[in-house]
């Protein structure tokens, strides 16, 4: 993929997604039903497009993780644009340091190579994915991008608040928590839960939580981030950061509705979903 011209090595991508979505695989069965709880108004053929259409933009994420290696610093930026930007860049500035939550869109990597172009170094999480040997590609791939890339099992939280009260970036994937420390959210109506770390690490450090989006677009990516989430002033932390995740919940889910297309979410998210 990485050695194909692009022409050729998208429209490989293309041919993968549309065969993926034909075999209706338990990614696709899984998909289909997230679409659906998000975009309940579609009639079936509607649905159906929409869910070919969210494989292609998934395979197009990983041609473009393929294809990251051979992309100069010159090409991430020209191909992203973004709305908002300095929600990110001003508390950075200001050395108070800032969470940016998003959710599984577009091409997060795109988006966080950009930052890591244009001077703003930052650290993030990884799930420990099995085999071991895939994790550590995964690693190696995000280090060589710029990024500071922790172990989710390990001590992380700790590491994120010293960097936070450095005045550094955090970016936190978090729409998707079904461990028993998630946050119960209503999302689209529906009961989910949701990471609490990026409320409590606002909550314990002072830094900025923002949100973020990540779409794609014919040149690339674009980015649309939403303002700070306040701290509530009363409450107490579990409560605050309760009510700081269903705001990010409620931007999460007014974006998905949106640009449903480049949400990749493939896995169980609502809480009454087992299929």
Known sequence: MRLLPAKTA???????????????????????SNYRRVRPELDPDQLEFLVSAGMRSYLRYWCDTFRFPSWDKASLISSTTCTN???????????RGCIVALPHSGNWDHAGAYFCATG????????????EKLFRKF??????????VLDLNSRSIATLAQ???????????????????GIPVKFFGNGAQMPGGPALLAIQTGADLITA????????????????IEVPESGSVNEKAAAMTQIMADRFAKQISEHTVDWHMLQRIWVDSNA
Not at 85 to 95: H, M, S, T, V, Y
């Open 10 to 32: 998208y429209g490989l991508a293309d041919r993968v997604a549309d065969f993926l979505y034909g075999r209706n695989g338990k990614g696709i069965v899984r998909l289909r």
């Open 120 to 131: 703003i170094q930052f650290t993030t999480v990884a799930e420990h994915v099995k085999p």
């Open 213 to 228: 989006y990540v779409k794609y677009e014919k040149p690339g990516i674009h980015i649309i981030f939403e303002g700070a």
């Open 85 to 95: 930007e300095d929600f990110l860049r001003e508390p950075i500035a200001a050395k």
């Open 139 to 148: 690693l190696e791939y995000r280090t060589k991008i710029g990024m500071e």
């Open 163 to 181: 960097r936070l009260r450095s005045g550094k970036l955090v970016a936190l994937v978090a729409d998707r928590d079904l461990s028993k420390n």
